[in-house]
């Protein structure tokens, strides 16, 4: 069946550094990707999505890529502030939506 | 400003005491859904419902009711809760199917059943 695998956590940064979360997927045709945030204390808000192969989201400086060839969508930014801090998840949407587990972020001053 | 509402946010209750957590959306959405949250699986569906009076069981049900009489309402309804109902509860509502639609997110209800 249809699945997503995060990048484990948690994962601590100092401020201005460079951040992957990685995020890979498998799945029965060509499904639409998010990454959703969640900070402390609230619901999840959509971040970024694809909704077709090659296609790159982005917002608020995160970037990410839908590689059909590696299945994955790799979440990146070039330089995180403490605000980044949160809880981030890959999200594939078919039928019905697949989370991943989640990816806990802190970012450091 | 549209918005998911949940009530109440945070609820300590004992086994087997009925409780409703209540849900309400102002975006006029035909998609609503039920989430629970634990730590290291993620969210897990509970149930969904596709329009007014149309409901279907998610990923994992038992234990769980719902009813959806008006559009912008879609209560959960424990009958009978027990411990492992223990959980952060997530309420959504988006505009059409999960594939393509943004899903909106209440801020949560943490209950603890004793």
């Known amino acids: 069946g249809n699945s997503v695998t995060q990048m484990e956590g948690p994962v601590t940064l100092s401020e201005e550094a460079f951040l992957t979360i990685n995020c890979t997927y498998t799945?029965?045709?060509?499904?639409?990707l998010f990454w959703y945030v969640q900070y402390p204390g609230e619901g999840l808000q959509l971040l970024l999505k694809a909704t077709k192969a090659d296609d790159k989201g982005s917002n608020k400086g995160f970037e990410a890529t839908y590689r059909k060839e590696t299945t994955s969508f790799h979440l990146e930014k070039g330089s995180v502030q403490v605000s980044d801090s949160a809880v981030y998840f890959c999200i594939q949407g078919a039928q019905k939506l697949v989370f991943g587990q989640g990816t806990r972020l802190t970012i450091n001053p | 400003e549209a918005q998911v509402t949940q009530n109440p946010r945070y609820l300590i209750t004992v086994t087997g005491k009925k409780l409703t957590v209540t849900c309400s959306q102002n975006m006029n959405h035909e998609y609503m859904s039920w989430y629970r949250q634990d730590p290291g699986l993620g969210l897990r569906q509970i149930y969904y419902?596709?329009?007014?009076?149309?409901?279907d069981k998610g990923d994992v049900p038992e234990g769980y009711k719902v009813s959806r009489k008006e559009k912008r309402n879609f209560p959960l309804i424990l009958e009978s809760p027990s411990p492992n109902q223990t959980s952060l509860y997530f309420c959504a509502s988006t505009s059409g199917p999960s594939s393509y639609n943004e899903q909106f997110f209440g801020p949560g209800t943490r209950l603890t059943v004793l």
């Open positions: 419902s596709m329009n007014v009076e149309v409901t």
């Open positions: 799945a029965t045709g060509y499904p639409s």
